[in-house]
């Protein structure tokens, strides 16, 4: 597996984490913030099989298990939360929710 | 073999970034589906067979499919072909497809080729995965059927329709039923 270097794939990986970063930075909506987390978790899983596949070991794999474990679990709160959201407020504006009171 | 990990990774830089910046949730849901596919090839690239799978079947599968759900609940019932047709024009979908098109023929070519992932030698198959995973992270896996778990509750408990204990108002909180009534009104109501 020597065809790919382990720079470029930490490359694509920084790349995808930034996409993600700047997705959850700048879109107000709270859907849009959830699919860049999204996108932000596969650049980090990139990132654990490219380790993986350089030292030929299965720890990189299972630790992406394990952050698919942590997506599904985090994408089920965050859109029943969204929900809640979406009932209260009748908006999808993360700047709408600047009040703590109840 | 590298030259479908640079092709796959372009293709999923771009997506992901067009899903980031897509106005409409529809279409940006469409190109993250397809970075995700192309995250899928790039695994398997890198000697992930079984990685590569997951993640078309978890994220592509499962996880996408709930956020298209959740968004056409938040859409509301009103969806009529009309509105269908005017949410997916074609060049929303043709420029997906053609990448996603794209994505597959690069991986067709090298999975039928000589070079395929078995001629790589270095695969690290669900075989391996699995063995460390419940002999050494076996507390790992028990954490993460937890953390299951709790988000299964969370979500559970998060979305029935009931107001926050927040919401008393200095009243002494009513003992909560966060299960809906028989008229569809949610309990605890305040």
Redesign the interface.
């Given at each position: 597996?020597a065809?790919?270097p382990t720079g470029?794939?930490l490359i694509?990986a920084a790349?995808?984490v930034c996409?993600?970063a700047?997705?959850v930075l700048l879109?107000r909506?709270l859907?849009?913030m959830?699919?860049?987390l999204?996108?932000l978790l596969?650049g980090a899983?990139?990132a654990f099989?490219?380790a993986?596949?350089r030292w030929?070991?299965?720890?990189?794999?299972?630790f992406?298990?394990?952050i698919?474990?942590?997506?599904?679990?985090?994408?089920?709160?965050g859109?029943?939360?969204?929900?809640?959201i979406?009932?209260r407020v009748s908006s999808?504006d993360a700047d709408a929710l600047d009040s703590l009171?109840? | 073999?590298?030259a479908v990990?640079?092709v796959a990774?372009a293709i999923?830089?771009v997506a992901?970034?067009l899903?980031?910046?897509r106005s409409n949730?529809l279409h940006?849901?469409l190109w993250?589906l397809v970075?995700?596919f192309a995250?899928a090839v790039?695994?398997l690239?890198?000697?992930?067979p079984?990685?590569a799978a997951?993640?078309v079947i978890?994220?592509a599968g499962?996880?996408v499919v709930?956020?298209l759900f959740?968004?056409m609940?938040?859409a509301g019932p009103t969806a009529s072909r009309g509105q269908e047709r005017r949410w997916l024009p074609p060049r929303a979908w043709i420029l997906p497809s053609l990448l996603a098109a794209g994505l597959a023929a690069v991986t067709m070519i090298w999975l039928a080729g000589a070079g395929g992932p078995a001629a790589?030698?270095?695969v690290?198959g669900a075989r391996?995965?699995g063995?460390?995973?419940f002999s050494d992270?076996l507390v790992?896996v028990e954490l993460?059927s937890v953390?299951?778990l709790?988000?299964?509750v969370?979500?559970?408990?998060?979305?029935s329709?009931s107001e926050?204990?927040?919401?008393t108002n200095g009243r002494r909180p009513q003992p909560r039923r966060p299960w809906p009534d028989a008229d569809g009104r949610g309990g605890a109501s305040d």
């Open positions: 597996m065809a790919v470029h794939v694509v790349l995808l996409i993600g700047f997705g879109r909506n859907l849009f959830l699919l860049s999204e996108v596969n899983a990139l099989i490219g993986g596949s030929q070991q299965p720890d990189g794999q299972a992406v298990l394990l698919m474990v942590m997506a599904a679990a985090e994408v089920a709160v859109l029943a939360l969204f929900l809640q979406h009932r999808l009171r109840g | 073999m590298s990990f640079y990774s999923a830089v992901a970034f899903a980031v910046t949730a940006a849901v993250l970075a995700l995250i790039d695994f690239v890198l000697g992930a079984f990685l997951l993640e978890v994220y499962a996880i709930v956020i959740v968004m609940m938040v790589a030698g270095t690290i391996q995965v063995m460390l995973l992270w790992a993460a953390l299951l709790a988000g299964l969370g979500a559970l408990y998060l979305s329709r926050g204990p927040a919401r």
